[in-house]
């Protein structure tokens, strides 16, 4: 008996084939048609070509949040079908990859006094595919392993004066170009860096992120181009790749910026703004509640 799949289901199975290349071996039902290339074209569109950068580093000053990741290396897939043209801002995927690149970068930096920005706190490298890989269409694998000696950097002093050897390595690409050439490069690199390297993917043009390049406990995100393509989506996603959580210095749980009572220590009953928890102010807002229900406040150590 032949059993026919819903149409919701064969619809699924496509877009999942279509945000994320194979693993294994390519078989026919696998082939990405023409008409999901073009889904993923039109989806650029949508991507607003003005742009005015919101300053990561001034939010991760306002919130005290310290650098955790030291310099940062992105890779500009610009070899293939990413130099496929199509209509103005951006001409080709290869070029929209570069204006999200540039957008990052002016997220990163810092505004200078003259109005102009200056450079940001972080080491930021950037280089294309075929700068690293001369050849007609290089592969992202030979272009990851000819950045792998760049990647090998010393210590890096931030402007806080906080040292880290943490990198980021973002990756401007398609889906469909991430191939398991690319996937082991991605380990192999992982194996020599260990824990100093985070790898993110950004992918150019497609409706989906793809996770290849993610692996369990391992530091790194997938994002679409046309999900951090905005001002505020672009410096949320640098602060989540190059800054920490905020400063807590006493350890009371309550972050610096909005710690009132900066040296209370750890085990403290705090209220929100990090102060001492007045118990006799709350038994006189609720004495009947408390004295019926037979309440009693927790001691500090349970919380």
């Given at each position: 008996?032949?059993?026919?799949p819903?149409?919701a ?6 877009l ?17 048609t ?5 889904q993923?074209?039109?989806?650029v569109?949508?991507i ?10 001034v ?5 005290e949040?310290?650098?955790k990741?030291?310099?940062g290396f992105m890779?500009i897939?610009?070899a293939g079908d990413?130099?496929q043209t ?6 080709s995927?290869?070029?929209l990859a570069?204006?999200?690149a ?5 997220t990163?930096a810092?505004p ?8 940001g706190?972080?080491?930021?490298t950037s280089v ?10 290089p ?10 000696p760049r990647?090998?950097?010393?210590r890096?002093?931030?402007y ?13 690409s398609?889906?469909?170009r ?7 490069q991605?380990a ?6 260990g824990?100093?390297?985070c ?8 409706p989906s992120?793809?996770?290849k390049?993610q692996a369990f406990?391992?530091?790194g995100?997938?994002v679409?181009g ?5 001002p ?6 640098v602060?989540?790749v190059?800054y920490g959580?905020?400063l ?7 972050a610096?910026?909005q710690?009132?009572c900066p ?7 705090v209220?929100w703004n990090?102060c001492?928890?007045?118990?006799s102010?709350?038994?006189?807002l609720l004495p009947r ?5 037979g309440?009693a ?7």
């Amino acid at each position: 008996m032949v059993i026919n799949p819903p149409p919701a289901l064969l619809i699924a199975v496509v877009l999942l084939l279509n945000g994320c290349a194979t693993s294994g071996p390519v078989e026919s039902q696998q082939v990405v048609t023409g008409d999901g290339y073009h889904q993923a074209d039109q989806s650029v569109e949508h991507i607003p070509e003005h742009f005015t950068p919101m300053s990561a580093s001034v939010l991760a000053d306002e919130k005290e949040r310290p650098v955790k990741v030291g310099s940062g290396f992105m890779l500009i897939d610009d070899a293939g079908d990413m130099r496929q043209t199509r209509p103005a801002p951006f001409n080709s995927r290869a070029g929209l990859a570069k204006v999200l690149a540039q957008r990052l970068r002016a997220t990163l930096a810092r505004p200078g006094f003259d109005g102009h920005q200056t450079r940001g706190p972080v080491a930021l490298t950037s280089v294309s595919l075929r700068e690293l890989d001369h050849g007609w269409s290089p592969k992202l694998a030979t272009g990851l392993a000819a950045l792998a000696p760049r990647l090998s950097t010393g210590r890096v002093t931030a402007y806080n004066s906080a040292t880290t050897s943490k990198i980021a390595l973002i990756i401007f690409s398609r889906a469909e170009r991430v191939d398991e050439a690319a996937v082991r490069q991605v380990a192999e690199l992982r194996s020599r860096l260990g824990e100093r390297l985070c790898v993110h993917l950004v992918t150019v043009g497609d409706p989906s992120a793809c996770f290849k390049l993610q692996a369990f406990n391992q530091c790194g995100t997938a994002v679409t181009g046309a999900s951090i393509a905005e001002p505020e989506a672009m410096a949320a996603f640098v602060l989540r790749v190059f800054y920490g959580d905020p400063l807590d210095s006493d350890g009371d749980g309550v972050a610096n910026y909005q710690d009132q009572c900066p040296r209370t220590g750890r085990g403290m009953r705090v209220n929100w703004n990090g102060c001492p928890f007045d118990e006799s102010r709350l038994m006189k807002l609720l004495p009947r509640e408390i004295t019926e229900q037979g309440w009693a406040l927790p001691p500090p150590s349970s919380l």
